[in-house]
């Protein structure tokens, strides 16, 4: 056991014990016959408290039970089947994937949802600023409530797209102990899931502790025969193969002669003589699939504690405290190692390549070199995500009929990131150098001074680098970020004074924020000394805001003819960012109840987002997006032909100093090496949101609730990278057939945007910039109806619950190009299906509980490369039903055991031509096929 666990383990027994030794109360009931005063009540959106309350904007809601019912362990799952949310990170995602897990309400990003544990925020994991969902206890939640719009008004930056707020179980009294388990038909990607919740009741009366801890393992899932749709890459595998290739530079080509092809590539025998390089999966290009994850292995260890006490009949001191240890890891395929420069003379150049080399104009030129370093192992991406927050409060009560709350919360997430199986770049070259005293048995002298340990590194041919070179080659480091945010506020609410209509009630507060970022990358990868992973750079900043807020109900009409109740909803809030100055966010809303069984509700939102520490100050870190390069006469990924406008043609032939044509220039590989860029000078987001609808509560069908509400959700200075993404400043560069255009040239970093290296490769350079607008809107329905069955008592049934929603998406349109109906799309990350639906359907049988979980994914467009490089059109991905089943046994009060099958149908996911994650969409479509849980409670 590491001294971490030990210290949390001892932690957990520490708030066991004082949980018992305050002693178990029994439930606290009304003496029979005595009324039961109906509560006010806070929803999720607003900070006033109604009876009664059916919020003005839409609202959905995840209960506990529905969360058992479907089988979920984690947070994410439960969340990904609403069709409000477009799915984030996940435990399917290997590349991409940070490790976290996220929610992404109506697709427009993780980082403009909001999220809320109990009204407050959680402290986000990433730099990004998203929240990492797997620091929610999931067992600990009560109900989920998303609300669909922005709701800066009412809870600052963020919520542009909505907010997600997890209402935790609070006043536990007792023990309980939960255990699941889940694994797949095929045997594989078995999770365990173990908590335990202590709570009592203080002596007096006055207070409770809630006490939970939580340990939570999966293992990790590889391509294998019986998923036949992940073992070999749809999109063409790699360029970069084990062999090694050799490429002829244009204005140094083999042959010594122009008219020859120029962008001749060799590969190699294991013998390291030199033939012509075999452009397909079956010949020298790479199959990554087979090594990358399917299912990424994970361990996660929580522990929350909450409590409450009334320090007197008026003020009630409240305390939140969280743990987690979020630990998974991604593996990729071994490095690919490109644009490598070995020299003419290396000591392990075969007779055969001398002669080829010799042919050149330059023949002491170094030769240009790729190779799939495979004999160092895949790569493997481990994730520690450790998070601690504590949220202290008091809550008053101000007297006629007013409430106030003053809170403090503390975060600090250190989220350290280990790799192993890298390659050094500095050690690759002095491997391969040649000079004074290298051959295949030792270094050379100037290398041995640099380097002790050195040892020859054998390029050419697969199976040809020792154990001694990929051990010194090899290079294991880690990262660690840091973030850290504190929050201080204070509020009031209460009538103001009475309106003929009803109480004109308020909220009025203050909150100060303060979110700081150090990010320290390990030295090789800060510096750019690494082959395999992105080389990113040291970050670091702070950011504050103050903010003042209030909110009114204001009724103006009730209980006349034709109006039982009219009335408005409103609220503002001002913020001073250090960032970006002063920025307005408000809230109108409008409720007409013309009967007692129909409400209309309408609502506009201006929120706003301010940039993260991140955003700001991201200084040039490495990635690689799927962008082909516009010269290229082939498509590497699939080997069909392209054809060059005359345009795009005289470009490229400045850029590499030849005919691309002439040259047959080949790119090796589907995706771009760029730099990516933060802005100090960036502004904030704004969005406008337009909700308007009807809830249909009939009193002559008791039990039916029903809802249609439609979204418009448009943002304004969209903060992302400059023309919509590394394709769209290919894009335009090209367009303008002019490097030193502005299309081609950022002044902002003072570079140019594209380049391209010694070997040819297209480089780019993407900064962030207020550049983009996006607006999506559609209509969502909801149905629910508990119906008890006259006819069915006893064994036969006792209650039938019926919940269905379902999204409609009418438009996703960034930067003009719509994408609704799109999956892979080239500047998305979302799928964007135009029908979304989630049902669930409970039945009770005594004490059995019989639950139906379905979800619909509709059909969608996958959308290659950018539109005009495009090389193929649209596949289409039919639609998808997901079933799950399952069932709940009270055995008696204090056991309950339960079990269910997950994609009861075996459905397989989609595949596609250009995904690099299992050729999927993991996040979307399930990859595991249909799998088992069960599981069982005690209680005590």
């Known amino acids: 056991m590491t001294r971490k666990r030990l210290l949390t383990t001892t932690i957990i027994s520490g708030l066991a014990i004082a949980a018992a030794s305050a002693g178990v109360a029994s439930a606290q009931t009304a003496p029979e016959g005595e009324a039961t005063e109906i509560e006010a009540v806070v929803v999720t959106g607003s900070r006033i408290a109604r009876q009664d309350y059916v919020a003005n904007s839409p609202i959905s809601t995840v209960t506990s039970e529905a969360i058992q019912a479907a089988g979920s362990t984690t947070t994410e799952d439960v969340l990904n089947r609403l069709p409000q949310v477009m799915p984030g990170l996940t435990a399917a995602s290997n590349n991409p994937s940070d490790g976290t897990a996220t929610v992404d309400l109506r697709g427009v990003g993780a980082s403009r949802t909001l999220v809320l544990v109990n009204g407050h925020r959680m402290n986000p994991s990433t730099r990004a600023n998203t929240v990492d969902l797997n620091n929610i206890p999931t067992a600990l939640i009560d109900k989920v409530e998303i609300v669909t719009g922005g709701a800066s008004a009412v809870y600052g930056s963020d919520a542009l797209s909505g907010v997600v707020n997890f209402q935790l179980k609070k006043n536990f009294e007792g023990v309980e102990v939960g255990t699941q388990w889940t694994g797949t038909e095929i045997g594989d990607g078995k999770t365990t899931n173990t908590y335990v919740l202590i709570g009592a009741n203080s002596p007096d009366g006055k207070g409770n502790v809630t006490a939970y801890a939580n340990y939570y393992s999966r293992d990790k899932i590889l391509p294998n025969a019986d998923r036949p749709w992940s073992l070999v890459s749809n999109a063409g595998g790699s360029g970069t193969g084990v062999t090694g290739a050799a490429s002829a530079i244009g204005t140094n080509p083999f042959g010594g002669s122009t008219s020859s092809p120029l962008n001749v590539r060799y590969g190699f025998n294991a013998d390291g003589t030199p033939r012509p390089f075999v452009n397909t999966l079956a010949g020298d290009r790479y199959n990554f699939s087979p090594v990358n994850n399917l299912l990424s292995p994970g361990e996660r260890f929580n522990i929350t504690a909450l409590g409450n006490y009334e320090i007197t009949d008026r003020l ?21 190692a490109t644009a490598i420069q070995i020299p003419y003379n290396n000591a392990f150049v075969s007779p055969a390549l001398a002669a080829l080399l010799a042919t050149r104009p330059n023949p002491t030129a170094p030769i240009f070199f790729d190779r799939r370093m ?45 790799v192993q199986n890298d390659v050094s770049r500095s050690k690759v070259a002095a491997a391969i150098a040649s000079g004074p005293g290298a051959s295949t ?8 001074a640099l380097f002790p340990t050195c040892a020859p590194l054998n390029m050419f041919g697969a199976g040809t680098i020792s154990p001694a070179a990929a051990s010194f080659i090899r290079l294991n480091f880690s990262d660690l970020t ?13 009538p103001l004074f009475k309106l003929p209509a009803g109480d004109l009630s308020v909220a009025v507060g203050a909150e100060w924020r303060e979110d700081s970022l150090a990010f320290t990358p390990d030295a090789a990868k800060n510096s750019g000394d690494i082959f395999g992973f992105n080389a990113e750079r040291a970050v670091g900043g702070a950011s504050s805001v103050g903010e003042l807020y209030a909110e009114a109900v204001v009724p103006l009409v009730a209980d006349v003819t034709g109006v039982q109740y009219l009335g408005l909803e409103l609220g503002g809030r001002y913020s001073d960012y250090s960032s970006v100055g002063s920025v307005y966010s408000y809230k109108v809303g409008l409720e007409y109840k013309p009967i007692s069984d129909i409400k209309l509700r309408a609502m506009f939102q201006k929120a706003s987002r301010a940039p993260s520490v991140f955003e700001l100050y991201q200084s040039g870190d490495q990635g690689f997006p799927a962008v082909l390069d516009p010269c290229t006469t082939v498509n590497p990924g699939t080997g069909a032909a392209r054809t060059l406008s005359a345009a795009v043609r005289t470009f490229c032939t400045a850029q590499l100093g030849y005919d691309p044509v002439a040259g047959n220039f080949v790119a090796q590989n589907t995706q771009t090496e760029s730099f990516f860029y933060g802005n100090p000078s960036l502004n904030e987001e704004k969005s406008e949101t337009v909700t308007f609808g009807v809830v249909w509560q009939p009193s002559f069908i008791s039990g039916l609730s029903a809802t249609v509400d439609y979204y418009d959700i448009k943002i304004d200075d969209y903060i992302g990278t400059i023309k919509g993404g590394v ?4 894009n335009d560069c090209f367009a303008s057939g002019n490097l030193t255009s502005s299309a081609c040239f950022d002044s902002g970093i003072n570079l140019p945007l594209i380049y391209r290296d010694a070997a040819g490769n297209l480089k780019a350079r993407a900064p962030l910039g207020n550049v983009s607008s996006l607006q999506t809107k559609g209509i969502d329905v909801a149905v629910s109806y508990g119906w008890a069955v006259p006819w069915a008592g006893g064994v036969w049934g006792d209650k039938l619950q019926f919940d269905l929603s379902t999204t409609y998406l009418d438009s996703y349109e960034l930067d003009g190009i719509e994408y609704k109906g799109t999956i892979g799309a080239y500047n998305i990350s979302a799928s964007l299906p135009e029908w979304k639906a989630s049902l669930r359907v409970g039945y009770d049988v005594g004490p059995v509980r019989l639950a139906y979980t379905g979800t619909y994914v509709g059909k969608m467009d996958n959308q290659g490369n950018i539109p005009d490089f495009e090389d193929g059109g649209y596949n289409t991905v039919k639609a998808f039903m997901y079933h799950d089943v399952s069932a709940r046994w009270a055995v008696n009060d204090n056991v309950e055991v339960f079990g269910g099958v997950r994609n009861l149908g075996d459905k397989k996911p989609p595949v596609f031509d250009n995904s690099p994650d299992g050729n999927t969409d993991p996040n979307t479509y399930d990859i595991l096929g249909r799998s088992y849980f069960l599981g069982a409670k005690l209680r005590f």
Do not use: M
């Open 727 to 730: 394709s769209g400043i290919v």
């Open 441 to 448: 048995t030792s270094c050379s002298t100037a290398s041995l």
């Open 316 to 336: 009630t001191a409240t305390a939140e405290l969280f743990y987690s240890d979020s630990r998974n890891s991604a593996q990729l395929a071994p490095t690919p």
């Open 482 to 494: 840091v973030f850290e945010r504190n929050v201080g506020s204070v509020y009031a609410t209460g």
């Open 374 to 418: 495979a004999e160092v192992g895949p790569r493997v991406e481990t994730r520690d995500s450790d998070l601690y927050q504590i949220n202290l409060g008091l809550k008053a009560d101000l007297g006629h009929g007013w409430t106030g709350e003053a809170f403090y919360s503390f975060g600090r997430t250190e989220f350290r990131v280990g």
